[in-house]
């Protein structure tokens, strides 16, 4: 992360290693705040509206008012857009509840934080898109409300640093022998030539890739299931992919050191990949 990328703070554009927060924070002390991560390419945010819908959705799930108008939080990303350096950017939105004596009870009158960061938008390799990824798999143990989009990351870090320390990409999730998704990233199958798709619960985050890939399957010809999808279906699948705004859509090769398919990425990803690339 460059230190000297652009950030904004509660009002004012600043270089991130300037950026200060109190401590007592609520984000600081109790991850009680929520976060978007928006893709950009060439300057142009990707399914920013989707992004800006799912913001006010998780606020709402934690009883904060979302401080900005969506016509507000558009133009505040053009602007730290044309203020970064890079074509292909990430931008980075947290939202906290703000500043207040530490205690759990929501404060009175106590003002969010807003922070924004872009840095260098960094997608998988060539390499990676070609061959395909490893993944483990772990038992999901995070909380019951993974639709919310929380700062509190404590179960995610724990599950990905299983994969990091396998070597691998990711971390696939099963709870209670049924597919959920990854440490950071939505997981589909696919079987006979179909999508599965996990349901879009309150055990998974509400992906916007996850979404578009639903949105463009029927328009390249692959239909989908949104279904429970059970550990046997996975481990036999023909093709596995990992979708997030930084992965894209990503096929994922071995599966706790088994090959998936043929070992090689499908050609329902292929299908997809390309898709997705005209749509950026």
């Excluded at 990676?128 to 639709?147: K, L, P, T, Y």
């Excluded at 390249?220 to 930084?246: F, H, K, M, N, Q």
Aim: aromatic fraction near 10%; hydrophobic fraction near 40%.
């Amino acid at each position: 992360m460059n230190q000297d990328s652009i950030a904004y703070l509660n009002g004012t554009f600043q270089p991130l290693s300037e950026a200060k927060i109190s401590v007592l924070d609520r984000g600081f002390i109790f991850g009680d705040g929520v976060y978007e991560f928006v893709p950009v390419y060439h300057r142009r945010p990707f399914r920013l509206a989707q992004h800006l819908q799912r913001l006010d959705n998780c606020l709402k799930a934690i009883k904060l008012s979302n401080p900005k108008s969506a016509a507000e939080w558009e133009a505040l990303f053009q602007e730290i857009i044309r203020r970064a350096p890079y074509e292909q950017q990430a931008v980075y939105l947290q939202i906290t509840r703000g500043v207040a004596p530490r205690d759990h009870p929501f404060p009175q009158g106590a003002t969010p934080t807003v922070f924004m960061m872009v840095n260098p938008l960094k997608l998988a390799s060539s390499e990676q898109i070609e061959n395909g990824v490893a993944c483990v798999s772990a038992d999901d143990f995070r909380w019951h409300r993974c639709d919310i989009k929380s700062i509190s990351l404590l179960g995610n870090i724990l599950l990905r640093q299983v994969s990091v320390e396998a070597g691998a990409m990711e971390t696939v999730l099963f709870r209670n022998g049924f597919l959920s998704e990854a440490s950071s990233s939505n997981v589909f199958a696919v079987k006979n030539g179909v999508i599965l798709a996990p349901l879009r619960d309150h055990l998974i985050l509400p992906g916007i890739t996850y979404d578009a890939v639903l949105e463009f399957a029927p328009k390249i010809g692959i239909p989908v299931e949104t279904r429970p999808v059970s550990r046997a279906e996975v481990l036999t699948a023909d093709e596995l992919w990992l979708t997030s705004s930084g992965k894209e859509v990503l096929a994922i090769t071995t599966l706790d050191g088994k090959p998936i398919g043929d070992g090689k990425p499908g050609a329902a990803f292929k299908k997809m990949w390309a898709y997705y690339q005209t749509q950026k």
